[in-house]
């Protein structure tokens, strides 16, 4: 049900793949709320993915760009303003992609070519995105700005590898510019920290489906879906969380702050048997 809380927002979307994607479902409850948006992705991916589908869907329409390419978010934010007759109240920052992490490679052995491929890609283009939206003044006063991150930014998980390193980087981006567009013009920055979720990243780090059933028995709400941190993210986006800035959001069912539960306890009693 639609309470029309991004009613004449205008929104980017970075990242959107395909229907497992969160960016996607962030795509389609931003349009059912009431907002146009735009859609963008390096070409390379939105000739992979299903984007087209989604365009035709939310009548938005699609910007190529390759995040790391300072010259491409230029031209991204200019043609969005122009397209959506307006200043951009929403941007949605959902890219990640770890070369170590496809390779297998342990981060003992990492490829450092790589990693700063890593770095780039997942961190850095966030700060370059903000630093072009910055400069260009292209956010509207009180907009919204969200990345999402996840909880190996803090603490260790043996195969996320060289991404955990570049979520913290992309955790302390966001504090960083938050202070300063916060002064600006009361633009708001944070970070989500979502569950395992079943996308199509997820899906492809090693041991992938034993990890999501261990988090589910550690949450006591349960694992958050890719829709439910659409919801988060569309919260975010309204006015409703105006003062809310600079912070890392948990969205995890409790995860983050569980130490063991029952489940689990039982589980391993069940195993050492």
Not at 12 to 36: H, P, R, Y
Not at 92 to 114: C, E, Q, T, W
Request: include cysteine.
């Amino acid at each position: 049900m639609s309470n029309q809380i991004l009613k004449n927002k205008r929104g980017i979307i970075f990242g959107a793949l395909n229907e497992d994607s969160i960016a996607w479902k962030v795509a389609e409850k931003a349009v059912e709320e009431g907002a146009s948006i735009i859609l963008t992705n390096t070409p390379i991916a939105l000739r992979a993915g299903e984007i087209n589908k989604l365009s035709e869907k939310t009548n938005a329409k699609i910007i190529p760009a390759d995040a790391t390419s300072v010259e491409d978010l230029e031209r991204l934010f200019e043609e969005a303003q122009k397209h959506l007759k307006g200043k951009i109240d929403f941007v949605l920052h959902s890219i990640g992609m770890s070369p170590n992490v496809r390779k297998k490679r342990a981060y003992y052995d990492l490829d450092y070519n790589f990693m700063n491929k890593t770095i780039d890609i997942s961190a850095l283009s966030f700060h370059k995105m903000l630093q072009v939206a910055y400069q260009q003044d292209a956010i509207a006063p009180n907009g919204s700005i969200l990345a999402l991150t996840y909880i190996a930014a803090q603490r260790t998980y043996d195969s996320y590898s060289d991404m955990a390193n570049a979520k913290a980087l992309l955790e302390s981006i966001c504090r960083s510019f938050g202070m300063i567009y916060g002064e600006k013009n009361g633009v708001r920055i944070n970070t989500i920290s979502q569950s395992p979720t079943k996308t199509t990243a997820g899906k492809g780090i090693d041991g992938f489906d034993l990890f999501y059933d261990f988090a589910e028995k550690m949450s006591p709400l349960g694992n958050a879906s890719a829709e439910e941190c659409a919801d988060y993210c569309i919260m975010m986006f309204s006015d409703y969380t105006r003062k809310v800035t600079m912070q890392n959001l948990f969205h995890d069912g409790g995860y983050s702050s569980t130490g063991m539960t029952q489940k689990l306890l039982n589980q391993y009693q069940e195993n050492i048997k």
